[in-house]
């Protein structure tokens, strides 16, 4: 398998992180079954969208639980060259002390995990689909 995650030139600085974090979690989900030689099927992933927003917030509102959100396209070509698109949607929740501040590797380990719940979801589309061919 060989999986591509694409950037959005309209984003660059946000994306580039968040293609930090998918990678990580396409290398977490599938480890080294990743090539990008003699590979039978094409996985290309791109961030249609990601937010981060706090859910709720301290006696003094100050924002104790965060939701990190990635919705992910996958466009997958098989070694029959069948083209498939998929969309999936992840979401990761997390608790921070209050007046706590939010840094780079916060972000990006709360993305990456909201990518890996996108992942998962995305591997149990492309298995019912596969089921349901045969």
Same mark, same amino acid.
């Given at each position: 398998?060989?999986?591509?995650?694409?950037? +959005?030139?309209?984003?660059?600085?946000?994306?580039? %992180?968040?293609?930090?974090?998918?990678?990580?979690?396409?290398? #977490?989900? %599938? /480890?080294?079954?990743? #090539?990008?030689?003699? &590979?039978? #099927? =094409?996985? =290309?992933?791109?961030?249609?969208?990601?937010?981060? *927003?706090?859910? *709720?917030?301290?006696?003094? /509102?100050?924002?104790?639980?965060?939701? &990190?959100?990635?919705?992910?396209?996958?466009?997958?070509?098989?070694?029959?060259?069948?083209?498939?698109?998929?969309?999936?949607? /992840?979401?990761? *929740?997390?608790?921070?002390?209050?007046?706590?501040?939010?840094? +780079?590797?916060?972000?990006?380990?709360? %993305?990456?995990?909201?990518?890996?719940?996108?992942?998962?979801?995305?591997?149990?589309?492309? #298995?019912? +689909?596969?089921?349901?061919?045969?």
């Amino acid at each position: 398998m060989n999986a591509v995650v694409d950037i +959005d030139v309209k984003q660059p600085q946000e994306n580039v %992180f968040l293609k930090d974090a998918l990678n990580e979690a396409v290398y #977490t989900l %599938f /480890g080294s079954n990743i #090539t990008n030689q003699n &590979s039978n #099927t =094409t996985i =290309t992933l791109s961030i249609v969208s990601s937010s981060l *927003d706090p859910l *709720d917030y301290d006696k003094n /509102g100050y924002p104790i639980l965060y939701r &990190s959100s990635v919705t992910l396209q996958a466009n997958i070509i098989d070694k029959k060259n069948k083209k498939r698109t998929y969309s999936v949607n /992840g979401t990761y *929740d997390f608790a921070t002390s209050p007046n706590s501040v939010i840094n +780079d590797q916060i972000k990006l380990n709360a %993305f990456k995990k909201a990518s890996i719940n996108a992942l998962n979801k995305l591997i149990a589309l492309i #298995t019912k +689909d596969a089921i349901n061919e045969h």
